[in-house]
């Protein structure tokens, strides 16, 4: 199993992201999807979830309303949009499936 995320790096307050995470190794269809956080000295959060269709989601409220979780099933990839971004959403983004956590992607929002 693997699931390797994309997509970070450092942008501006109020600036945008798409995170990308690839999975193999397992039946990504039939399974739910996470993207969690952790920020330095904190632990690590849930910041969005998304069913096996792409219907139904969730989101800490947090980020509700500024970051979309997504899927594409026939790429095996789930996606974050991150519109809006702020100073506190800086943190090493991990998304999760199958029980498997992937190496992180760091997002930085600094001016």
């Known amino acids: 199993v693997q699931l390797v995320e994309s997509g970070g790096g450092l942008v501006q307050p109020g600036g945008s992201l798409r995170l990308s995470c690839a999975a193999s190794?397992?039946?990504?269809?039939?399974?739910?999807m996470f993207w969690y956080r952790q920020a330095p000295g904190k632990e690590r959060e849930l910041v969005a979830g998304?069913?096996?269709?792409?219907?139904?989601?969730n989101y800490a409220d947090s980020v509700k309303g500024r970051f979309t979780i997504s899927r594409d099933n026939d790429k095996n990839t789930v996606y974050l949009q991150m519109n809006n971004l702020k100073s506190e959403d800086t943190a090493v983004y991990y998304c999760?499936?199958?029980?498997?956590w992937g190496q992180g992607t760091q997002v930085t929002v600094s001016a």
């Open positions: 999760k499936g199958f029980g498997y």
């Open positions: 190794g397992f039946t990504f269809s039939k399974y739910y």
């Open positions: 998304i069913s096996t269709s792409g219907g139904p989601s």
